[in-house]
């Protein structure tokens, strides 16, 4: 029997430190209710400790101030409408691309590749004149201008061609034959794609599942532009009500970050172990 | 696949493709690559944000491009974020393999390690800029301490935020804190995607761990290394978030030692509001970061997979 | 399909538009009952938020015919939102905006002129304070009324201030001077005040540098801009006054004075600090931490007079509203004595009438706050450049004192502002007075 190694424990302990003192100093912090003894706290070892008075008023704080209710369904209702809806849209427009042989296809294949790099800011304006001008169907006829609703935060956002290339990627290394197989037996494609290929593309599902959630869920500058008020509101412009007039008041902020983070790592936690274990899967199957 | 081309199913099988790209097409063409156009017809004007009706927007040919050639601020930028992927590439994907490596091994709590090493890729950005933005204070803060300790008090504490020297590798240290994680993941599916008797195999010819590592882990792992290269070269380039927060945070070092491409585009753009000078910025962006993606690809070939 | 199917299908239809009907004629009797101006106000977590709720609250009580409908926007991103807002012609009818931005939104057009409306044409000639009616003014056209004005000066701490004897001013007139400032400065920093002088760096990059410290670089004798013609900066922001007045900031920082590296608000109240330059809002959390010990004082004049800064947030009407003559109706209730008074005392700033100014004790002779009213009435508060192009001159010069203060060369970067805010003037043709 192998000596127990020391070692690398002793390098993870290190790296667990490195990794989570921020979020200790952020999830400690948002306890702490009295403004001057976070500052006092800050410079030392006690800025990581739930030490001195602990209690919930920063938590009261963020829900009298702010709506984080509201706030928070709204962003779980649009990010997650915007990542179903771009799962299901992104893997076909890459199944076509890598299982169908049609003129033109190198072209959009590249002219995908090249979309990847225009970041949103390079886009906000013109996109928010464009959306702007858009018809919309609500309230029984047509209304102009998508503004202050839900649909301007999720649909501009569905189709991504990162997550294209990814599904591509995948779908490209994916062995043929069982899709084959079921083509013989006289299966449409649209059934070979959901029965068949969507199943077993399970790793990619969840990476991109993970990356448009994370990505999706802090984003700030689109909501500034086209929603005001709480109605629509998700939690990254709530926040918002935090930064502006001075005194910081650094507690609420830690709080309210704590609560808006919480989500994010359970999603995360449901989708790793999905994803390494499935991971895991295909590759002692492959 | 042969099909003839007049039955109804091969002509069903022909409109197939389209169908299923179709939406996706379609909202990428909509709201990416319109936007982008506009952008690109509007970099060829002197387009405002906020103007007067009667002023007309007037075409200016290549001026405004003409403009980012003599600008400071524009080669300033361009400098941070070629330090910023020049370091941050190399540095975070090395340390992304090592904790895979790490990670991979069969040690008690590996999952529980994995999951914590990727909590900041779960935390917004925007939350771990202000957070890192205090322990950086250099009286008061943590980071100063942590090195005052560490050196025995031989290195005194330093104003990370405000030194032009300091400020762009306390940005990197923040952005690999933060994004580490994932490509650790990448690198872990990539790892296990490796046949474990390729290594038995090794040890019994008498290989040991180094050479194993240079002669089966590596080579295997080329088009993962490739994608985690690429993709961290592409946000590399991007970065916005964290030194928008660093400069609305307190007095900071001067600008143009941390302001980034994206950084001076929404400063042009929307605090400023010459549109057609940031969309003249955004097109020269991405061209550089097309170009630059691009050769990478060519320098280090894909296997397999269509390029 | 069967007889019975087509029937009910009918009675569906009947009963569809039945309620189509009513809801139509509900809709158009309570637009026949009541106006419904939408207002937007930049608002914090405090008690200014609360103040325009209940505001709102008592006018959509006591009246009948107009309703308010009341969003608050966060300040940090206010004027992002309110571009974007202006951008797609979604604007409301009343909104308000940080002072000099004032002029932007009057040249796009964005806001309406209010001379129209007689009633606020009234209060803005008579009842007003002349330096709000400046700030609102854009083309001999009033475009904003104010509720109430802002006041900058310093704060001091009385019993430091004593143990190394400075003489304390209690009027304009016994301004320090700045040798006698930084004698003050040098003193306390002997005594062993950690940085003797608060300048509120922590507030950052923004609004904040160019209000506080553009009243330096005039009071030596420069500006942000040429105001006679208001085409070009140069000369006056990047001429040897200015570039004194950012020297002496930067030589604050080196002598020790003041903290740029500063994230803490509260460097005055915990004493790390005996001096405090900044302006009204502070009132009341300085109050409370320091009780009598805390004693306002007139800005020192640095050059040959004293010069501080003036306005504040202000009300307009948009040019997207529907209702402009119910939206100046409420615009006026907002400006009566009882509703500048609620929001005055929230936010401690200087009310925006004669009558409310007299109303409010803090600022009548021997008050604490009086020394604000005395800067306004002596023209010591200097309002900011009224030009549309306020919005790059405030991004350009706070980023020079950004820069100055960590260590960049005052002359290189006030060279670099203006000719960043003459581009700009160039790139709008000179913001010409189009009708």
């Known amino acids: 029997m192998k000596r127990p190694q020391i070692a690398p424990y002793l390098l993870h302990a290190l790296l667990v430190l490195f990794f989570l003192f921020p979020l200790l100093f952020m999830g400690v912090s948002a306890f702490k209710g009295d403004e001057m003894q976070l500052l006092r706290d800050m410079g030392t070892l006690r800025a990581f400790l739930p030490v001195g008075e602990l209690s919930l008023q920063n938590f009261r704080d963020v829900a009298d101030r702010t709506r984080f209710d509201l706030a928070f369904w709204n962003s779980v209702g649009v990010v997650g409408l915007t990542v179903l809806l771009g799962l299901l849209v992104n893997s076909m427009l890459a199944y076509a691309l890598a299982r169908f042989r049609f003129p033109g296809r190198r072209w959009v294949l590249g002219a995908i590749v090249a979309l990847i790099v225009i970041p949103f800011e390079a886009i906000a304006v013109p996109l928010l004149l464009l959306v702007n001008q858009l018809p919309w169907f609500s309230e029984g006829q047509w209304v102009q201008g998508w503004l202050d609703s839900y649909h301007v935060q999720v649909l501009p956002f569905v189709a991504n061609a990162f997550s294209v290339y990814l599904f591509y990627q995948f779908f490209v290394a994916l062995p043929k034959d069982l899709e084959e197989a079921a083509q013989m037996d006289g299966a449409g494609p649209w059934r070979i794609y959901w029965s068949i290929v969507l199943p077993l593309s399970k790793p990619v599902i969840a990476t991109v599942a993970v990356l448009q959630f994370l990505a999706r869920w802090g984003d700030l500058l689109w909501p500034v532009m086209v929603v005001r008020g709480d109605e629509h509101a998700t939690l990254p412009l709530a926040m918002q009500t935090f930064f502006g007039q001075f005194p910081r008041q650094w507690g609420d902020v830690m709080a309210f970050a704590l609560l808006a983070t919480l989500p994010t790592l359970l999603v995360f936690l449901v989708f790793q172990r999905w994803f390494v274990r499935s991971v895991i899967s295909s590759a002692i199957k492959g | ?307 | ?435």
Request: hydrophobic fraction near 45%.
């Open chain 3, 1 to 435: 399909m069967s007889r019975s199917a087509h029937r009910s299908r009918s009675a569906l239809r009947l009963s569809r538009l039945a309620l189509v009907a009513a809801a139509l004629l509900g809709s158009v009797g309570t637009a026949c009952a009541q106006t419904v101006v939408s207002m937007w106000v930049h608002a914090g977590a405090g008690p200014e938020a609360k103040a325009y709720s209940e505001a709102v609250a008592a006018f959509n009580q006591s009246h009948k015919d107009v309703r308010i409908d009341l969003v608050r926007l966060p300040e940090g991103s206010y004027n992002d939102q309110v571009n974007a807002a202006a951008l797609a012609h979604k604007l409301p009818c009343l909104l308000d905006f940080d002072g000099p931005n004032v002029y932007n939104y009057a040249w796009t057009q964005k806001i309406i002129a209010l001379d129209g409306f007689p009633e606020l044409k009234r209060i803005a000639e008579t009842e007003m304070l002349p330096s709000l009616r400046r700030q609102g003014t854009y083309n001999q056209q009033i475009y904003s009324l104010g509720q109430f004005d802002s006041g900058l000066a310093l704060w001091g701490q009385r019993k430091w201030l004593k143990k190394i004897g400075a003489r304390i001013p209690t009027q304009v007139g016994e301004a320090w001077t700045l040798a006698e400032f930084e004698d003050v400065l040098r003193k306390l920093k002997a005594a062993g005040v950690a940085f003797p002088l608060d300048m509120k760096l922590n507030y950052g990059m923004g609004e904040w540098f160019t209000y506080g410290f553009s009243p330096i670089v005039q009071s030596l004798g420069g500006d942000l801009i040429d105001r006679q013609s208001l085409k070009t900066a140069q000369g006056s922001l990047n001429g040897p006054e200015a570039v004194k007045a950012l020297s002496l900031l930067q030589g604050w920082a080196r002598s020790g004075w003041i903290n740029p590296a500063t994230r803490d608000d509260s460097d005055f109240i915990q004493g790390r600090s005996a001096l405090s330059y900044v302006g009204h809002w502070v009132h009341a959390d300085y109050r409370k931490a320091l009780g009598d010990d805390l004693v306002l004082i007139p800005m020192p004049k640095f050059g040959t007079r004293a010069v501080t800064g003036a306005g504040s947030w202000n009300f307009g009407i948009s040019a997207d509203c529907k209702a402009p003559r119910e939206a100046a109706a409420v615009l006026a209730h907002l400006m009566s004595p009882e509703e500048i008074g609620r929001v005055t005392q929230a936010n401690g700033a200087i009310p925006g009438t004669r009558t409310a100014l007299a109303r409010n004790r803090n600022y009548s002779a021997g008050g604490p706050l009086a020394i604000y009213a005395e800067q306004i009435q002596q023209g010591v508060a200097l309002v900011r450049p009224a030009t549309p192009a306020y919005p790059v001159i405030t991004t350009a010069f706070s980023e020079a004192v950004n820069n100055v203060l960590a260590g960049s060369d005052p002359k290189k970067e006030l060279d670099r502002a203006a000719r960043r805010i003459d581009q700009a003037i160039k790139d709008n043709k000179g913001y010409p007075a189009l009708r």
């Open chain 2, 1 to 307: 696949m042969s099909t003839s081309r007049s039955t109804p199913n091969a002509r069903r099988l022909r409109w197939t493709p389209w169908l299923f790209a179709a939406p996706g097409l379609l909202l990428l063409t909509l709201f990416m690559a319109v936007p982008f156009g506009m952008a690109a017809v509007l970099s060829f004007t002197d387009q405002r944000l906020l103007t007067h009706a009667a002023l007309p927007t007037e075409i200016v040919g290549w001026d405004n491009y003409l403009r980012l050639w003599e600008d400071d601020s524009f080669w300033a930028a361009l400098g941070n974020n070629l330090r910023f992927v020049g370091v941050v590439v190399p540095l975070q994907t090395a340390l992304a393999l090592g904790l895979a490596l790490l990670v991979n091994r069969k040690l008690r709590g590996s999952h529980l390690f994995r999951t914590v090493y990727f909590m900041p890729v779960a935390t917004t950005m925007s939350v771990v800029a202000v957070i890192w933005s205090l322990m950086y204070s250099p009286d008061q803060g943590v980071i100063n301490r942590l090195i005052g300790v560490l050196s025995f008090g031989s290195i005194g504490p330093q104003d990370w935020l405000r030194d032009p020297a300091l400020v762009m590798p306390a940005v990197m240290l923040l952005s690999i804190w933060q994004g580490v994680g994932f490509q650790m993941l990448v690198f872990l599916a990539g790892l296990q995607a490796i046949p474990v008797d390729l290594y038995e195999a090794a040890t019994l010819e008498g290989a040991r761990p180094w050479q194993q590592f240079r002669w089966i882990t590596l080579p295997l792992l080329r088009n993962t290394t490739i994608f985690v290269v690429v993709t961290t070269t592409i946000y590399a380039f991007q970065l916005f978030t964290q030194v928008q927060i660093i400069a609305s945070s307190g007095a900071a070092a001067p600008v143009d030692s941390f302001r980034t491409l994206v950084m001076l585009m929404v400063h042009e753009g929307l605090r400023n509001g010459s549109i057609g000078y940031a969309s003249a910025l955004s097109v020269v962006f991405f061209g550089i970061v097309l170009a630059i993606s691009m050769i990478q690809r060519l320098i280090i070939r894909e296997e397999g997979g269509a390029a």
